[in-house]
């Protein structure tokens, strides 16, 4: 909800920027590289803000306890961020997601409320998309899922043994078209191996926060290019 929020922020302020600068150019002849510093140094004040409210304390605190039984993989200007699971563990886990992937909620898409039932007013809850893989030995079994910071919903299982060839090898079935009892199967796997409530909270709000600061590096390293 937070990068819904300042998504419609900068909008709203990107469509004042245009007013007055159409204003502008009837009466004064305004250099667009000025115009353009000045919007991009409106727009860091702006997140400069936002980030000054630092890391919100249920983020904070997930990314503590996460990080007791899996190592945060995150560099700074890189969208994908990794979790990767220590050595006591029999199989090694990889979850990874991208900031860039935030987007509208598809999990609602399939969703036909039963009779009884209400409809979702609220469509626009943002999801991300993340994959977990589990390797053992030379052979992965990767889970391609989404979640909206609680619940997650597997969208495919693929197996991919040593030496795969991605093009013709055979990954997998559609993952609902399975049998009820795998799907709830695979997803109490996936419960039982430390992907949870907890991992998809921190995928989420991460999602948010990690976006917001590489935005607000963004418009520093093109300020700076301008300003040279």
Not at 150 to 179: A, H, Q, R, W
Request: hydrophobic share 35%.
């Amino acid at each position: 909800m937070a990068l819904l929020l300042r998504t419609a922020l900068r909008s709203q302020s990107r469509a004042i920027a245009a007013h007055f600068q159409g204003l502008a150019s009837r009466h004064t002849p305004v250099r667009a590289a000025s115009t353009l510093l000045d919007s991009l140094a409106s727009e860091i004040e702006h997140e400069k803000e936002a980030l000054a409210e630092g890391m919100e304390p249920d983020l904070a605190q997930v990314m503590e306890s996460l990080g007791r039984r899996m190592t945060i993989q995150d560099e700074p200007g890189s969208t994908e961020v990794s979790l990767v699971s220590g050595s006591e563990r029999p199989e090694q886990i990889t979850i990874k997601f991208n900031v860039k992937d935030v987007g509208a909620n598809d999990m609602l898409d399939e969703f036909e409320p039963e009779e009884g039932e209400e409809e979702f007013e609220n469509a626009d809850i943002s999801t991300v998309p993340f994959s977990v893989d589990v390797r053992k030995g030379d052979h992965t079994l990767r889970f391609h899922c989404v979640t909206g910071g609680e619940d997650l919903t597997i969208d495919e299982v693929e197996f991919e043994p040593k030496d795969v060839d991605y093009d013709t090898s055979y990954m997998g079935p559609e993952f609902n078209d399975l049998d009820d009892s795998l799907i709830d199967g695979f997803h109490d796997y996936l419960q039982e191996i430390g992907v949870d409530n907890e991992v998809t909270s921190f995928v989420m709000g991460y999602s948010e926060h990690k976006e917001g600061k590489e935005y607000a590096q963004w418009l520093q390293n093109v300020k700076g290019f301008l300003e040279k």
